[in-house]
Each structure stands twice: as structure tokens, then as C-alpha cells.
């Protein structure tokens, strides 16, 4: 257009340009330019430089299609590499995490092996082979040439549907999947899906499991949520379904009608008023929703659980508090890692990317290994995926061996010999992070319901938590006076230190709600459940003065007990305020619309700036006479940050 209009005009203006050097800087170079394209600009601009940035460039391992002599890799449409920072790098950077992948087999294995048989019986080679020649091949078989007869149609059956959505929502299963916490869930998942029909059937199927609220119990009377573990979000799953533009205008109209209703459902429950005529801002609702970065959707309620796609949001989007991805369909290489990488983004507690596969799971773990490798250029294992369920707990044998030998050696404190003490919190570390491998599977849930040999093991962590942090406190002073006394591989102020899982305050609610003053018993059985609370002690402090307020008779035991914390968590905030207040010598009531602004990890902190103008530098001075006036504020900036993340949303965390 614009040639045309320099020509219309007698200029050259255009021309001129054609003949200039342009360099063209391209992001994700294969998303935004075909090769088609770019040949075409380069006929206009023929002295033109390119430079691509892409994530997941295309090797000749996953080369394009060929079409004519147009480029099919990276290499070929952008020319030599000048610099990679691969995935593997990232992840050791710890910039993103690493995926723990779970491969679900769905088909029954004699079931697949009869269809082998059958198919194999209608090919004329082995026609006059014996059934048991037949059999013979099909055991010899590689699984992943096993998979190859699957028909697709198996992956489209309601029975197919069924076993998915119950493997998915299995209460222990969908604890961990959506990190449940306080009863809620605090992360969001996608389901990826073969086409936007099997999108639609997996939304109607989960809506009507789940239609009834005492559908948990219902759909799962055999696979009770374990002791310890609360799920009380009555509108779990929130569930929505996206697509493209393009991908909508392929649909049938009665497609398109059934997609209406869905919309109708989302405006419903959402307070939204979308359709199909403006999808593309109903998909903008979603995205947001599932990142839960603005302020109105970090509300509890406003977020989406799960939201289920065919290709939208498997490229590019970025809300890190996607935790699990869950796979219905075929994935490789550059789609592959793309769609495992909505996981994988850090964020607080958040440890890994979480993902379970459904179909053909011996092709699924193939395609895994291959697209590591070659987003890592790693030959070998590159530490981007978590070891399997059965390594992890080989593993964790091992590890449970090592500290059972050293703890039985002798009774162990902080005046045990200091080789010892080293030993036994080494053996004590390595078994804790075998368990934290292990708790994320699915496998794991099962083998804690049928194997009272793994419950006892895991037991021998909750006997230890004392005297290992006794023991641990007592190295901190401590300096290796000789060889083999070797502290490097302690942590000591590890994030990650002992979580074992099965404790939640709702659950402490719970107990709270029937306690009887001065009953020993249930005070014992409190005392235990929040010694394995994964909370801080700050918060613990709290729930033991509600206990002992009703052993005073401070309380009434008929006084609602959501009454009661919501008073003495809030007292406990409002006392960490007022002593930070009066040490900083900053407004109080600035403080305090900070706290409740604030959201862990942003930068800057809500209200800061008033908290800076309402600073008293000489008051402070006075009573910190080494204070410098330019060092005071930034001082007192960290100082808050660790009060907020370390504190003050701890006790905020128990009234949600």
C-alpha cells in the first residue's frame, strides 16, 4: 500500500528505503514471522539483517514440513546461533523450576494386547502363525509400538472421560494438585485437550460429577481425604473452557451455540456479561483469573481452578500460580516444552511444575526424554525432570535406612559427640527431601492407604522433628575441629525444612471447635497436630493462647471459633504493628494500610511512601545514636518486608 501511494504521488521516498540497510529484530521469531513471510519482506528490503529470539527453536529433530525451498529450522530462516541460555540454564539459575511428570496409563494392558492379537491375526505375514508365536511378538513388543494400535477413538469413550476426571479429582489427588491449604485451593491448573469437542465433553463431564455439594463423598466413598487434610471450598472446581478466534470460527453453529451456554454458565457465576461476539475479552477475563496478578481477582472466589484449552495459553502465558498441567493428547518437542513451561514459573511454596499425562504412556515418557534433551543440549539427564514415583521412593528407603541406623546408635541431644550430631542431621535432611519427592505423586496417596509400612516410615520423621532441631541448633556455634566434621551440605536456613503435609488449620479448627477445658487428651492430640502444622511459630503462638484461654475459662467454648481467631490473630497483628511503630518510629495507622494492601513479593510495598513521610528521623536518632539519616529508610523498608512476609501474612493466611 504504501509503494503504491509513493508512486501515486511521483515520489521515490519508498524506493530509498528499499535500498537502506534495515535490520529487523524479531521475538519469538517463529510465532510472529513465517518463513513464507520473511522471504517476502526480503524481497522488498533485500539488504535487510534478521535477528530472531525464540524459546524453543526448531532443530532438525522437529524440522517444519517441507514446502517448496522455503527455511524449515531456525538455523535456516535466521542463520547461525549467537548465543543460547537454555532451559537448563534457567533452572539452574532458579529462574524456573523443574517438572515432576506422572504418566497415567488409562487402557488396560491385557485389553491392548488383545487388540494386538486381532489386528495382527487380520495381517496376511502372520496368518498362518500360531496364537502363541503371535503372543511371543506382541511381549517382545517396545511399549511405545504397543500404543501404536491404540485406536483413537478409545481417548474419545465417556468411560475414557470418567477414568480421567476421577483420577483428577480423587480428594487426596486434587489436594496436592491444586496445594490446598486453610480447606482452599491455592493454585490453578489447565487441562489440555486433543480438539475444543473433547474440551466441551471434559466441561460437561466435571460440571455433572460435581453438581451435587456432596459430590466428594459421592463420587469418592472409598477414597476419603486423609486425616489431618480439609477441603471446604463449596464451588471447587471453578472450571472454564478458552479458545482462539480462529479456533471458534471452525465451529458448527450448534457448536457455537453449546459454546453460548458456557459462556452463559462463566457470566453466571463470575457476575459477567460475555459471548461469543466478544470472546476474544471473555478469554482476556480468563487469563486473568488465572493469574490472580490484580488486586480484584486475588480475592478468594474470583480466581479459576481450572481452566481447560486445546492450544490457547500453552505458549507465552505466564501466571505463576499454574501448578499442574494435565495432558490429554499428544505433545513433542517445541509444543512439549512450551506447554510444560505454564508450570514452572517460581513462586512462594511453590516447588516444581506438576504434570500428569493420560495417553499412551509410553510415547508421552519418550517425547518428555527427547524434548529435554534437546531444550537442554544436554546427551544426557539434565535435571530439569524429577525422578519417577519409583525412584523417588527407592529413594526414600534408602534415605529412612540411613537415619534409622544413626538415630539407634545411641540416644542422640546436643551434647552427642559433633561427628555424630553432623551424621544424623545429614540422614535426617536427605530423608526429609526424599519425602518432599515423593508427597506430589499420585501413587503416593495410594501407597499411603494400602502400605502401613510406608505410614510407619514416614512416622519415624515425625518422632525427629524435636531432637533434630535441637540437634541442628546446636552446630550453628559449632566449628569442625577435624576431618570428616564437614558442615557444607547442612542447610540451616532452609525455606523448605520439615512439611509434612498432613495438617491444615481448618484441620485445627476443627479440633478446636470441640475442645473441653483442661481435657488433656484432646489438648495432647492439639499439641501434636500443630507440632506438625507447616506454619510459623508466630501462628502457633496464637492458637496456644486460644487453648489456654479456655483453660482459664477466658473463653466460652460455645463462642464460635471463627469469632475467636479472627480476635486474636487480628490482636497479634495489631501488637507486631504497634511494637514495629514504636521501634522505627513510623505511623502506625500507615502501617497498617500497608498490611492490608500488601501481597507477598511485590515491589513496591503498598503504601510505602507514607510510611517514609510519616518517618520521625530524630526520635529514631535519639534512641539509635549510630542511625545515618540516608541508610534509616532503606533500614527500615527491609526491615518491614521480612515483618509482612514473615509475620504479619502468616497471621493474615488465618482468617482466609
Not at 524449515?72 to 530462516?77: A, F, M, P, S, V
Not at 451435587?212 to 477414597?223: G, S
Not at 541448633?473 to 557444607?488: A, M, V, Y
Not at 507440632?531 to 483453660?551: M, P, S
Request: hydrophobic share 30%; net charge negative.
Amino acid at each position: 500500500y504504501a509503494k503504491k501511494q509513493e508512486e501515486k504521488k511521483g515520489t521515490n521516498r519508498f524506493q530509498k528505503l528499499m535500498g537502506q540497510h534495515i535490520v529487523f529484530v524479531v521475538d519469538e521469531c517463529h510465532r510472529a514471522l513465517s518463513a513464507e513471510n520473511m522471504e517476502e519482506i526480503k524481497k522488498m528490503f533485500p539488504k535487510s539483517t534478521w535477528f530472531g529470539f525464540t524459546g524453543t527453536p526448531i532443530f532438525p529433530e522437529n524440522r517444519k514440513q517441507a514446502k517448496g525451498q522455503l527455511a524449515r529450522t531456525t538455523h535456516d530462516q535466521y542463520g547461525e546461533v549467537l548465543h543460547t541460555y537454555t532451559i537448563k540454564n534457567a533452572l539452574e539459575d532458579g529462574s524456573v523450576l523443574g517438572f515432576q511428570v506422572e504418566h497415567e496409563n488409562t487402557v488396560e494392558p491385557t485389553s491392548l494386547e488383545n487388540k494386538i492379537y486381532r489386528k495382527l491375526k487380520e495381517v496376511e505375514t502372520y496368518a498362518e502363525y500360531s496364537s502363541e508365536q503371535i503372543n511371543r511378538m506382541i511381549d517382545q513388543m517396545e511399549p511405545v509400538k504397543k500404543e501404536s494400535y491404540l485406536d483413537p477413538t478409545v481417548f474419545e469413550a465417556d468411560e475414557y472421560i470418567q477414568k480421567v476426571i476421577h483420577k483428577m479429582f480423587r480428594p487426596d489427588n486434587a489436594y496436592t494438585k491444586f496445594d490446598f491449604r486453610n480447606g482452599r485451593p491455592t493454585k490453578s491448573a489447565i487441562l489440555t485437550t486433543s480438539s475444543i469437542d473433547m474440551a466441551k465433553k471434559y466441561y460437561r463431564a466435571i460440571k455433572e460429577m460435581t453438581k451435587e455439594p456432596d459430590w466428594l463423598t459421592k463420587e469418592f466413598p472409598n477414597q476419603p481425604i486423609r486425616e489431618g487434610r480439609t477441603m471446604e471450598d463449596p464451588d471447587f472446581p471453578r472450571i472454564a473452557i478458552t479458545y482462539s478466534l480462529e479456533e471458534n470460527s471452525r465451529d458448527s453453529s450448534a457448536q457455537q451455540e453449546e459454546m453460548q451456554k458456557i459462556i452463559e454458565e462463566y457470566n453466571q457465576y463470575y457476575d459477567t456479561a460475555w459471548s461469543l461476539a466478544d470472546i476474544e475479552r471473555y478469554n482476556g477475563d480468563i487469563n486473568n483469573r488465572l493469574a490472580r496478578k490484580r488486586a480484584e481477582f486475588k480475592q478468594f472466589g474470583k480466581q479459576i481452578d481450572l481452566v481447560i484449552v486445546v492450544d490457547r495459553l500453552l505458549t507465552g502465558f505466564d501466571a505463576p500460580t499454574i501448578q499442574t498441567l494435565f495432558v490429554d493428547r499428544n505433545l513433542e518437542y517445541a509444543g512439549l516444552i512450551q506447554a510444560f513451561s505454564r508450570t514452572n514459573r517460581t513462586y512462594p511454596e511453590k516447588t516444581k511444575g506438576l504434570i500428569v499425562t493420560f495417553r499412551k504412556p509410553a510415547t508421552m515418557e519418550k517425547n518428555v526424554e527427547d524434548a529435554t534433551k534437546l531444550y537442554s543440549e544436554a546427551k544426557e539427564e539434565s535435571g530439569l525432570i524429577y525422578p519417577s514415583y519409583q525412584e523417588s521412593k527407592k529413594r526414600f528407603k534408602q534415605a529412612y535406612g540411613k537415619l534409622k541406623e544413626v538415630s539407634s546408635m545411641e540416644s542422640i541431644d546436643e551434647h552427642t559427640p559433633l561427628e555424630i550430631r553432623i551424621e544424623y542431621v545429614k540422614a535426617f535432611q536427605e530423608l526429609n527431601r526424599a519425602y518432599e519427592s515423593l508427597v506430589t505423586y499420585d501413587d503416593y496417596n495410594d501407597d499411603m492407604v494400602q502400605s502401613s509400612t510406608l505410614n510407619n516410615q514416614i512416622q519415624l520423621l515425625e518422632e525427629q522433628i524435636g531432637v533434630y532441631e535441637t540437634v541442628k541448633g546446636s552446630l550453628i556455634e559449632e566449628e569442625p575441629e577435624k576431618e570428616g566434621e564437614d558442615f557444607s551440605t547442612i542447610e540451616f536456613y532452609s525455606e523448605n525444612t520439615t512439611k509434612l503435609y498432613d495438617i491444615d488449620s481448618t484441620y485445627i479448627d476443627q479440633l478446636l471447635g470441640t475442645y473441653a477445658a483442661n481435657s488433656s487428651d484432646a489438648r495432647e492430640e492439639i499439641e501434636k497436630a500443630l507440632a506438625k502444622l507447616n506454619k510459623t511459630e508466630g501462628v502457633k503462638e496464637v492458637y496456644r493462647q486460644i487453648l489456654n484461654a479456655f483453660d482459664v475459662g477466658t473463653l466460652d467454648s460455645n463462642e464460635d471459633i471463627f469469632v475467636i481467631k479472627r480476635r486474636y490473630f487480628t490482636q497479634a497483628s495489631d501488637n507486631l504493628i504497634h511494637a514495629f511503630s514504636n521501634e522505627w518510629f513510623v505511623s502506625e495507622k500507615e502501617l497498617h494500610a500497608s498490611n492490608l494492601q500488601y501481597m507477598p513479593g511485590e515491589d513496591p510495598i503498598s503504601n510505602m511512601k507514607a510510611i517514609i513521610n510519616s518517618k520521625d528521623y530524630e526520635g529514631y536518632k535519639a534512641k539509635h545514636q549510630e542511625a545515618k539519616p540516608f541508610k534509616y529508610p532503606q533500614e527500615m523498608k527491609r526491615a518491614w518486608r521480612k515483618m509482612l512476609d514473615d509475620e504479619l501474612i502468616p497471621l493474615e493466611n488465618e482468617l482466609r
